[in-house]
């Protein structure tokens, strides 16, 4: 069972576009004449003339506090598209700090690949973690084209990077971003990688999107301890209301992981999985979040989960950049 998700966009005057192809940490890295960690000052809207329609319509004013690439220092000024919601457009947050990948256009800077280009890290620890990979990449680059199995597996150790080397090793276990851009079939991985990537999840799980992205990647071992995990996860994160949309894909990969001992009857032969697959795509976000519950709680009882709630979980700060891009 998937819910069914609609791109809409906002721009002046009306056009149709579509989702930009998927941008990982070393593509960004690649691309950006500058990589600042700033404070944003201030965001506000541009004045428009009448018949000014395709120019900007908000200024993030950005305090650089480090320059991770470029010679950029001091007050940087940054234009963007602030009301088009597809492609999804830079997220520049007042008060925040930001890691922005920049790019010039003329006289002016231009964020590259658009939200992919703006991130938040949040702690401390999680920028460290996010300067670390983009300063990496920016010495491998000198030498290499394509991110070396080192650099992905340092992306994926801790989740703030997750989604940049778990897309960057395997796009397919993105589901929802692996459909734009055209980028090869990944190969198949090496048990070596594999169990590095297993490793790397037990020891500092994550409670975002990289979940099913795991378990993808993750599906042709069948280790207890990942399947655990899983379960204790999704407790963790269904507890804290509302259940994020990734929560049903979660839910259905657990189901393979668990085999005959989650679904006792065919497919579609379940009334709940059955009015789930019939309304889905017309719910409402209270709908879907009391239609999900009832998924969770019914799966536990057919499994007979035991689930704990896990005593590192953190809901992830609501974001609209990196592997958060809307699809």
């Known amino acids: 069972m998937r819910f069914a998700l609609a791109a809409?966009?906002?721009?002046a005057p009306p056009a149709f576009a579509f989702p930009i192809p998927p941008q990982?940490?070393?593509?960004l890295t690649r691309d950006a004449e500058a990589i600042v960690v700033a404070h944003v000052d201030a965001v506000k809207a541009l004045p428009r003339a009448d018949k000014d329609t395709w120019g900007p319509s908000h200024l993030a004013t950005l305090s650089v506090n480090e320059a991770l690439k470029g010679a950029v220092k001091g007050v940087v000024e940054v234009p963007f598209h602030g009301n088009m919601l597809c492609p999804a457009p830079p997220d520049y947050r007042e008060g925040e700090t930001v890691v922005a990948f920049l790019s010039r256009d003329k006289d002016?800077?231009?964020?590259?690949?658009?939200?992919?280009?703006t991130r938040y890290p949040g702690d401390?620890?999680?920028?460290?973690?996010?300067?670390h990979v983009i300063e990496l990449a920016a010495r491998l680059l000198r030498g290499t084209s394509e991110p070396p199995m080192g650099w992905l597996l340092l992306a994926i150790a801790h989740p703030s990077t997750r989604w940049d080397g778990l897309f960057a090793l395997q796009h397919e276990?993105?589901?929802l971003h692996s459909h734009y851009g055209?980028?090869?079939p990944s190969e198949p991985l090496s048990p070596i990688t594999l169990a590095a990537v297993e490793s790397a999840f037990l020891e500092q799980p994550s409670f975002d999107a990289t979940v099913p992205m795991m378990l993808n990647v993750l599906a042709s071992r069948p280790a207890p301890a990942i399947t655990q995990l899983t379960v204790d996860i999704l407790e963790s994160v269904m507890r804290a209301n509302p259940a994020p949309w990734w929560t049903d894909e979660a839910m259905t990969l657990l189901e393979a992981r668990l085999g005959a001992t989650a679904r006792s009857h065919p497919a579609g032969a379940d009334p709940l999985d059955a009015e789930l697959e019939r309304v889905g795509a017309?719910?409402?976000f209270e709908e879907r979040e009391r239609a999900l519950q009832a998924r969770w709680e019914a799966l536990k009882v057919r499994a007979k989960l035991s689930p704990q709630v896990r005593d590192d979980f953190q809901r992830p700060h609501p974001s609209r950049t990196g592997g958060q891009t809307p699809p």
Do not use: N
């Open 8 to 11: 809409v966009f906002l721009v």
């Open 24 to 27: 990982t940490l070393w593509e």
């Open 108 to 117: 002016t800077w231009d964020t590259v690949a658009l939200s992919y280009g």
């Open 124 to 131: 401390a620890r999680s920028l460290a973690q996010t300067k």
């Open 173 to 175: 276990s993105d589901e």
């Open 182 to 184: 055209r980028r090869a």
């Open 282 to 284: 017309m719910m409402t």
